[in-house]
């Protein structure tokens, strides 16, 4: 079974930067999508970044120009990199990737302080 760890979550200021990562416990197993999602307290979860094995990426309009997603198929790895930090971008964020199944992290607290 495929498991997906994360880290690097962690408390910033406002402004503030972060990287988030996250690997799967099989290597080279050709997910067709690697993405980030996030979920506020009292909120649903929302897709905020996502990346195709071809490369293409995708982001939530809240996340436009901040937030890079990058990875590494063959390696089954995806980064997040978050600038420019917000108090709203607080919720614990989730790495999810998928091939025929959809696999979940156990998510990592962000928080930004104002």
């Known amino acids: 079974q495929v498991q997906l760890v994360e880290s690097g979550g962690g408390l910033v200021q406002a402004g503030g930067s972060l990287t988030l990562s996250c690997t799967a416990s099989?290597?080279?197993?050709?997910?067709?999508?690697m993405a980030w999602y996030r979920q506020a307290p009292g909120k649903q979860r929302e897709l905020v970044a996502s990346?195709?094995?071809?490369?293409?990426?995708n982001y939530a309009d809240s996340v436009k120009g901040r937030f890079t997603i990058s990875g590494d198929n063959a390696e089954s790895t995806v980064t997040l990199q978050m600038t420019s930090l917000k108090p709203q971008d607080t919720a614990v964020y989730y790495c999810?990737?998928?091939?025929?199944?959809?696999?979940w992290g156990q998510g990592t607290q962000v928080t930004v302080s104002s």
């Open positions: 099989i290597r080279s197993f050709g997910f067709n999508v």
């Open positions: 990346m195709t094995s071809s490369g293409r990426t």
């Open positions: 999810h990737a998928s091939r025929l199944l959809d696999y």
